[in-house]
């Protein structure tokens, strides 16, 4: 489970509001990251995540489309080791 201090670090970084996504004709979800696309949903994924980010506020809509994207930390990472060790 992440540490308090580590979400408050994640709403900050989420707060200016980095993702955004366009719903097109064809039925696919495209989302940006900074106004380029990083991920397009299509069929059963893109009317899931239509569903979910309906009924969510600004900052929750931030954080679905960071996990979508993959762009989520999870706060399980784990420092890297020095090349030379």
Same mark, same amino acid.
């Given at each position: 489970m %992440?540490?308090?201090s580590h979400d408050s @670090?994640?709403? %900050? %970084?989420?707060?200016s509001c980095p993702f955004s996504f366009? %719903?097109?004709k064809d039925g696919n979800v495209r989302i940006s990251h900074?106004?380029?696309v990083v991920k397009v949903l299509s069929g059963k994924a893109a009317r899931q995540?239509? @569903?979910r980010?309906?009924?969510a506020d600004e900052l929750q809509r931030q954080h679905l489309m960071a996990r979508v994207t993959g762009n989520?930390? +999870?706060?399980?990472? +784990?420092?890297g080791k020095p090349a030379n060790s």
């Amino acid at each position: 489970m %992440s540490s308090p201090s580590h979400d408050s @670090a994640m709403d %900050s %970084s989420l707060s200016s509001c980095p993702f955004s996504f366009q %719903s097109v004709k064809d039925g696919n979800v495209r989302i940006s990251h900074h106004g380029k696309v990083v991920k397009v949903l299509s069929g059963k994924a893109a009317r899931q995540f239509l @569903a979910r980010i309906e009924a969510a506020d600004e900052l929750q809509r931030q954080h679905l489309m960071a996990r979508v994207t993959g762009n989520y930390k +999870r706060g399980n990472e +784990r420092p890297g080791k020095p090349a030379n060790s």
